[in-house]
């Protein structure tokens, strides 16, 4: 318990290294980089503090538990926020302006927060729901990434572009063998207590 | 926990509500999906403004092509280069040159300049500009090559027209590279693709009118 405190701890302020300007710097000048290294990170940051403060100050969560009724809010914001920093024009801002940055960095961290303190709340249908659109979204926006001819972000090139396009395909379809396994588990457990 | 229902639907409805907000206001309406979409757009609305520059063939040329008390009247068709690029910036300077030829066969001169900025300071010495512009036959009163007098005024200049240059790994650059048109004051009216050079010079030609026509204007109304 202790050490799973630790590795939470640790995830809560790695995203501090982000105000290394060379760090940032050579994380957001890659595309790949950008969107699935610093997201998920930024992503996990936020869930790991969300169990850090469970663990410490439990007693807190039922404020967000009357305006998250069985992790719907968390659900919806999650979706939003990741459809969101799929579009070019806000990749391509985040890296001009350090309004859009900075709520690019709050709004990654919140979804996470926001999404493990609901875990629990979740009902297993409704985290298949969640990864479903999840799926196709990136994979969708992969696969744009690849048919498109011209670059579509001016901070990017062409070849990275490309690049993160097959990796978000291949986050999509990683994420339809998570669901096709937790449907899987599901039905069968449904399944022996019907 | 119908409360904790109600509540919750309150809260999704004003988040959906703010990404959709946040989307709009992104994309200029589901219009723009990209930067690039976004500048132009920016253009043709009259709210991009070139920031001020010296420029200059070498470095004891100091000229500033636009300013807010500017009165030469002149539109300025800019794009923006490093010499050292192999192939595609070939092909663009013999757009240029189509587009200077169309110029000189004017019959009453245009206010109309053709400006080619170098945005790479450290490669394009005085020498490689101006090797630049005998390889492409420059003709200094109609198309000039450039450089800003220093990486401040350069990098400024990029930022206020939205433009990034990317080194491309081999020494070169990639950028988001068309013909902007500037005015004397350096407003941006309007940024085409290369292919659509014509539409540029009639674009330039005719914003050069309207500017004579309000510069006349303002004569007749200091004289009587």
């Not at chain 1, 318990?1 to 799973?4: E, G, I, L, P, Y």
């Not at chain 1, 100050?57 to 807190?60: H, L, Q």
């Not at chain 2, 309150?10 to 959906?16: D, F, H, I, K, R």
């Not at chain 2, 587009?99 to 169309?102: A, D, F, G, S």
């Given at each position: 318990?202790?050490?799973?405190g630790?590795?939470?701890?640790?995830?809560?302020?790695l995203?501090s290294?982000?105000?290394l300007?060379?760090?940032r710097?050579f994380?957001?000048t890659r595309?790949?980089?950008?969107?699935?290294?610093?997201f998920?990170l930024l992503?996990?940051?936020?869930a790991?503090?969300?169990?850090l403060?469970?663990?410490y100050?439990?007693?807190?969560a039922?404020?967000?538990?009357?305006?998250?009724?069985?992790g719907?809010t968390?659900?919806?914001?999650?979706?939003?926020v990741?459809a969101?920093w799929m579009i070019?024009a806000?990749?391509?801002?985040s890296?001009l302006?350090?309004g859009?940055?900075?709520?690019?960095y709050?709004?990654?961290?919140?979804?996470g927060w926001?999404l493990a303190?609901?875990w629990?709340?979740m009902?297993?249908?409704l985290r298949?729901?969640?990864?479903g659109n999840l799926?196709?979204?990136?994979?969708?926006?992969?696969?744009l990434f690849?048919?498109?001819?011209?670059?579509l972000?001016v901070?990017?090139l062409?070849?990275d572009q490309q690049?993160t396009?097959?990796a978000?395909?291949?986050?999509?379809?990683?994420l339809?063998?998570?669901?096709?396994?937790r449907?899987?588990?599901?039905?069968r457990r449904t399944g022996?207590t019907a | 926990m119908t409360?904790?229902?109600i509540?919750?639907t309150?809260?999704?409805?004003?988040?959906?509500g703010?990404?959709?907000?946040?989307?709009?206001?992104?994309?200029s309406?589901?219009?723009?999906?990209?930067?690039?979409s976004?500048r132009?757009?920016q253009?043709?609305?009259?709210?991009?403004w070139?920031s001020?520059?010296t420029l200059?063939?070498s470095s004891?040329?100091r000229?500033l092509p636009?300013?807010?008390d500017a009165?030469s009247?002149r539109?300025?068709i800019?794009?923006?280069i490093?010499?050292?690029?192999p192939?595609?910036c070939?092909?663009?300077g013999?757009?240029?040159?189509l587009?200077?030829?169309?110029l000189?066969r004017q019959?009453?001169?245009?206010p109309v300049?053709?400006l080619s900025?170098?945005?790479d300071?450290?490669?394009?010495?005085?020498e490689?500009?101006?090797a630049?512009?005998?390889r492409?036959?420059a003709?200094a009163?109609v198309?000039?090559?450039?450089?800003?007098?220093d990486?401040?005024?350069?990098?400024r200049?990029?930022?206020?027209?939205?433009?990034?240059a990317?080194?491309?790994?081999?020494?070169?650059?990639v950028?988001?590279s068309?013909l902007h048109l500037?005015?004397?004051?350096?407003?941006?009216?309007?940024?085409?693709?290369y292919?659509?050079w014509?539409a540029?010079?009639?674009?330039?030609?005719?914003?050069?009118r309207?500017?004579?026509?309000a510069?006349?204007e303002?004569y007749r109304?200091?004289?009587q």
């Open positions: 318990m202790k050490r799973a630790a590795y939470a701890a640790c995830f809560t302020i995203p290294v982000l105000f300007d060379g760090v710097h994380i957001e595309m790949l980089l950008h969107m699935l290294l610093e998920p992503f996990l940051s936020g790991a503090a969300a169990a403060m469970v663990s100050a439990g007693g807190t039922w404020v967000i538990e009357k305006i998250d009724y069985r719907l968390a659900i919806t914001l999650v979706l939003c990741s969101y070019p806000s990749l391509d801002n890296l302006q350090p859009v940055a900075l709520a690019k709050a709004s990654w961290w919140f979804a926001m303190l609901s629990r709340r009902s297993e249908v298949m729901f969640m990864l799926c196709w979204m990136f994979g969708s926006v992969g696969s690849q048919v498109s001819e011209s670059r972000c901070n990017y062409f070849g690049m396009g097959r978000l395909v291949g986050v999509a379809v990683s339809a063998a998570l669901l096709i396994y449907a899987h588990e599901y039905s022996a | 409360d904790a229902l509540n919750t309150c809260v999704c409805a004003v988040l959906a703010a990404f959709v907000f946040a989307v709009f206001e992104q994309t309406g589901l219009e723009n999906w990209t930067f690039e976004q132009r757009e253009a043709r609305a009259g709210r991009m070139a001020p520059v200059g063939e004891d040329v000229w636009w300013s807010k009165n009247g539109i300025y800019v794009d923006f490093y010499t050292s690029c192939g595609l070939e092909g663009l013999a757009q240029f040159r587009m200077q030829r169309e000189q019959v009453e001169t245009m300049s053709l900025v170098s945005f300071l450290a490669g394009d010495t005085p490689q500009l101006a630049y512009s005998q492409h036959g003709d009163s198309w000039r090559v450039v450089r800003p007098a990486q401040r005024e350069a990098d200049l990029l930022r206020t027209l939205g433009i990034v990317l080194e491309d790994g081999t020494g070169g650059f950028h988001n068309a500037i005015d004397q004051y350096g407003q941006v009216r309007g940024i085409y693709d292919g659509n014509q540029a010079l009639e674009g330039a030609g005719l914003q050069a309207e500017t004579a026509r510069i006349d303002s109304e200091t004289r």
